[in-house]
């Protein structure tokens, strides 16, 4: 019976073993189109989570010592070098599970900023038959069924703060801001309102608490961190490709998104704030760089995802 | 992928990658990977000195050169067993676990088996000594020292296991198929380091 140090380290080295293959992968085929790139990197955040407890139930002998002597990794082994009397092993977990709490915690406070910002909306929302939230629900509604999209709700905050997002996993809706829709010139809105639509019509919202939760029950693993943060990117570089096509004017939606964090102190929020402005600096250079063709270039999904998953699942065998 | 993202929006199609890049890609990778994991996986071993799995030796000599100490030998050793012996082995755990492995003379089977650890009472690996369901335990006095003797049920059949603490070595003797318990203790009893 394994205890959970050795369960945390399998799944530790199944996600870090992972992450590099996909990384690789992507990189030198290269994969552009940023849905491909994301069931890749989702498939790492749920394999280690899957493999570890199903290898278990299926191939027992991979407990065995004469395993170990034929496996790829056995975390095990690196438990017999200690310092100060701790195994490496369980140093590193706890490195590892440090780091994986550093970088989780700031994306929940945000999410708990975000949510808040949420309930207000739903709370005390602009009446429907005032101007301004007839206009955006008709900018909203003409989107929707251009897209394929379900039917979105649209809540407006009455703040100059520059905000616009989608919520609601099963009941999707549109939360923008005052000043969103007061100052955003006509183009520069619709484009917005578009990569928001594209993401109701994705099921992004529902992909963002699947890929939280796998997060979350990963917690100690900083790579399943920064999976899970690049997933959500490729979110947005997904719905912004969508929104440059539909629209047809991506510098539109680069405007519209420079003119978002334009005046927030990034300073303030120090490493943070940095961090998000790089995020909206990477998405306007590849609005600006946008290019139909080759950002959508993917291999066929089926048959990758299926050797994708055939060739991890085999090369994780034997790490143990 | 050919078909648009959204209905009722023609979104371009989307260029691919072929499928064999893609598979010769990914099958480099794993290909690399596999053996960088193997390089590393070596690592431990190597800054402990000892081997990854089992490391085979041609003589007792060359293990005891390797380790520089003695091994525990028996010096009653009955006509039925073979000199010298079948296998020689030393295996990565703690304490430095060996084993030596004699043959019966007369089938040319593998009948009994010495392992030991050399630096300290620790147990010894199951890639020494395979495990087997226990059937009969018994508590004995070797010499003054408390030793246990198992009969054990195993896959290919029954063996006698004689496990003690001596010299500050944890020693099992195991004999394979029939065992009389005198002649095992009598190999118990006769174990001293060996002298060229």
């Known amino acids: ?320 | 992928m050919s078909e648009p993202v959204h209905s009722g929006v023609r979104v371009p199609s989307r260029g691919t990658v072929g499928g064999r890049r893609f598979s010769y890609v990914l099958l480099s990778c794993v290909a690399l990977f596999a053996l960088l994991l193997r390089l590393t996986d070596h690592v431990p071993a190597w800054l402990r000195g000892e081997p990854r799995g089992v490391q085979r030796y041609e003589s007792v000599d060359a293990l005891e050169r390797d380790l520089h100490t003695r091994l525990l030998v028996p010096a009653y050793f009955p006509d039925v067993l073979q000199w010298p012996p079948a296998r020689v082995a030393l295996s990565a755990g703690d304490g430095q676990p060996t084993l030596i492995a004699l043959r019966d003379r007369t089938t040319g089977e593998e009948r009994v088996l010495i392992a030991q650890s050399i630096r300290g009472d620790f147990a010894i690996p199951s890639r020494l000594l395979p495990p087997g369901e226990v059937v009969e335990s018994r508590d004995l006095d070797v010499g003054g020292r408390p030793a246990r003797l198992n009969r054990v049920r195993g896959p290919d059949g029954g063996w006698t296991d004689l496990s003690l603490v001596t010299e500050g070595r944890r020693v099992v003797i195991r004999v394979l198929g029939v065992a009389t318990p005198p002649d095992l203790l009598r190999l118990v009893r006769s174990l001293h380091r060996r002298r060229v």
């Open chain 1, 1 to 320: 019976m394994a205890s959970p140090t050795d369960l945390a380290a399998e799944i530790l080295a199944h996600g870090v073993v992972a992450a590099l293959v996909v990384q690789v992968v992507i990189r030198r085929v290269p994969v552009r189109a940023p849905v491909a790139r994301l069931a890749f990197r989702t498939c790492v955040l749920v394999l280690p989570l899957v493999l570890p407890f199903m290898l278990r139930w299926l191939a027992p002998c991979r407990g065995t010592e004469a395993f170990t002597d034929l496996a790829l990794f056995s975390t095990a082994r690196w438990n017999r070098l200690a310092i100060a009397g701790v195994g490496l092993r369980d140093l590193g977990l706890l490195v590892a599970a440090l780091l994986g709490i550093v970088l989780l915690v700031p994306d929940l406070l945000h999410l708990l900023a975000a949510r808040r910002l949420d309930l207000r909306a739903e709370r005390t929302p602009l009446p429907a038959d005032h101007p301004v939230v007839t206009a955006f629900t008709a900018l909203v509604d003409d989107t929707v069924p251009v897209m394929g999209a379900p039917p979105t709700r649209v809540d407006i905050v009455e703040t100059p703060a520059r905000l616009l997002h989608c919520h609601g996993a099963w009941r999707p809706a549109i939360v923008a801001s005052r000043g969103v829709v007061d100052g955003l010139p006509r183009d520069q809105l619709r484009a917005a309102v578009v990569h928001e639509v594209a993401h109701i019509a994705r099921h992004d919202v529902l992909r963002g608490w699947v890929l939280l939760v796998l997060r979350l029950v990963q917690w100690f693993n900083p790579v399943a961190q920064l999976f899970g943060r690049r997933a959500a990117q490729e979110m947005e570089w997904e719905a912004d490709r969508v929104a440059a096509t539909v629209t047809g004017t991506p510098l539109a939606l680069a405007r519209a998104l420079i003119w978002s964090v334009r005046g927030r102190d990034a300073q303030f929020l120090g490493v943070l704030g940095r961090g998000r402005a790089s995020i909206i600096e990477e998405r306007c250079r590849r609005l600006l760089d946008y290019d139909p063709d080759t950002d959508a270039v993917a291999p066929r999904m089926a048959p990758a995802m299926t050797g994708l998953v055939a060739a991890l699942a085999t090369l994780l065998f034997f790490v143990i």
